[in-house]
């Protein structure tokens, strides 16, 4: 073999590696996106669209979105913890840079900054108002120094009119349109319910009442079973007062 073709030989083999170890390199990459946060889950990527209209079928731009969820025993549960909580409390070992968060489910949007400051060593006891939440799923998030920790709770009102006063979980466009990941709902996620008895765990079910609002228009409500398979599409009509 001459040497020109010794060197063509050898300058495809350092290609070809090469195009292996790019591929490969992508294919960790790729694999690293879908490992996200285990408690918020990047999963399932279907939406529930909606769309608002006045009774001559204009669409309505600024209507408020909220839902009511509903639950069930099926043990068919996503993998998670639960919390509750009306107020902050902790202490502190040492003086430390403390941030405590509030975060939507699923999207991780930032709702509040509770806390995001130095505080000394102690007992610490924060006030939090979770009426001004809607109904819907959130992460407690506290970051003390280099120590983060995680957890979630829910808000659950069925008075509608109190709902409806509270920051939406989504408002619609000028074409009267919003859209929302299914993983926002935490299908399947468990809650431990006590009421008077035992402990029982319920797990939120794919039937959701879905609340739009808009000041001036008569609230609708909308109960919808969701298939997490495919998109969802409905339309909603308000009525004037």
């Not at 806390?115 to 959130?138: E, M, P, Q, R």
């Not at 609002?213 to 998109?231: H, M, Q, R, V």
């Amino acid at each position: 073999m001459g040497t020109n073709s010794r060197n063509r030989t050898l300058v495809g083999f350092v290609l070809f590696i090469g195009l292996i170890l790019m591929l490969s390199f992508a294919l960790m990459m790729n694999g690293c996106k879908k490992n996200g946060n285990p408690i918020s889950g990047d999963q399932p990527s279907q939406f529930f669209y909606g769309r608002v209209v006045d009774s001559q079928g204009n669409p309505l731009e600024g209507c408020g979105v909220h839902y009511i969820d509903t639950y069930t025993t099926s043990p068919l549960a996503k993998i998670g913890t639960s919390s509750s909580f009306d107020s902050i409390n902790f202490t502190l070992s040492r003086r430390s840079n403390v941030t405590i968060r509030i975060l939507r489910w699923f999207t991780r949007d930032t709702i509040e900054t509770v806390v995001d400051d130095s505080l000394d060593a102690g007992y610490h006891a924060i006030a939090f108002d979770d009426t001004k939440l809607t109904n819907g799923i959130y992460l407690y998030e506290s970051k003390i120094d280099t120590l983060l920790v995680e957890s979630r709770f829910n808000r659950i009102t069925t008075d509608i009119s109190l709902l409806v006063n509270t920051t939406p979980l989504a408002t619609t466009n000028s074409s009267g349109s919003f859209k929302l990941p299914y993983g926002i709902f935490g299908f399947g996620l468990p809650w431990d319910q006590s009421g008077n008895g035992p402990v029982v765990t319920v797990y939120v079910s794919h039937t959701i009442q879905m609340v739009v609002y808009k000041p001036g228009y008569l609230t609708t409500t909308k109960t919808i079973t969701i298939d997490e398979a495919n998109s969802a599409i409905q339309t909603f009509t308000l009525a004037k007062q």
